[in-house]
């Protein structure tokens, strides 16, 4: 993944400040796209289903398959409804180039940002 500040050789600014990330369901039928300031307490959200009106919460979606991280939130915002926009296909394709096997990111979210 291509981070907003690799090029910074300041590691304290490597953080990203906010995240648009991608959720799943277990069989990875539906997706939802978001966009925080805290990715891994959103994520913590997402998976104990604490507005269970949500859409999230009525599709079960609480797998973390995608991120990226921004310096702005309104580069963020600007991506989020970006990637809204585009068709499913495009959006698996933007998966599979991080996350091939699907895998539940969330724990790596957590050892690299807590």
Do not use: C
Request: glycine content about 4%.
């Amino acid at each position: 993944m291509k981070w907003f500040l690799e090029e910074s050789n300041d590691l304290s600014a490597m953080i990203p400040f906010s995240w648009v990330y991608i959720m799943a369901n277990k069989n990875n039928t539906t997706l939802y796209v978001g966009v925080s300031t805290d990715l891994n307490t959103r994520v913590w959200e997402h998976k104990t289903r604490g507005d269970s009106s949500s859409f999230t919460s009525r599709y079960n979606i609480d797998k973390l398959v995608y991120y990226e991280g921004f310096d702005q939130i309104e580069k963020a915002i600007e991506r989020k409804k970006f990637i809204k926009g585009k068709s499913r296909k495009w959006k698996e394709a933007l998966i599979n180039k991080l996350n091939p096997s699907r895998n539940d990111l969330s724990h790596e979210i957590l050892k690299k940002y807590s």
